[in-house]
């Protein structure tokens, strides 16, 4: 048995996606390398899914990714409802 010199198991990231533009902020993503643990995928950019309507630490972990980006379209898609209750929209 080999020994693990760096005391943790190396992730294996998703290939990158085809570019696309955020359904949020409308950006186009992405525009530039970027960090494998910090890449964009759609249908979020990593600012919408990281910081927009989601409270909770900032995460890498894909997982936690994927659960940030579907909590924070359920937001939006939320306040988008309830703007059309209230006549704002």
């Known amino acids: 048995m080999g020994s693990d010199a760096g005391g943790g198991v190396m992730p294996i990231y ?3 996606p085809d570019p696309f533009n955020c359904v949020m902020c409308g950006r ?3 525009k530039k390398w ?3 643990a910090r ?3 759609p249908p979020l950019c990593w600012n919408c899914e990281q910081y927009g309507w989601r409270q909770g630490p900032l995460t890498q972990n894909p997982d ?5 980006q579907i909590g ?3 937001e939006a898609i939320t306040g988008a409802a309830w703007g059309k209750i209230d006549g704002r929209a």
Do not use: G, M, T, V
């Open 14 to 16: 998703p290939p990158e």
């Open 64 to 68: 936690q990714r994927l659960i940030k």
């Open 28 to 30: 186009d993503c992405p």
């Open 34 to 36: 970027h960090d494998p």
């Open 39 to 41: 890449r964009e995928y």
């Open 72 to 74: 924070a379209l359920s």
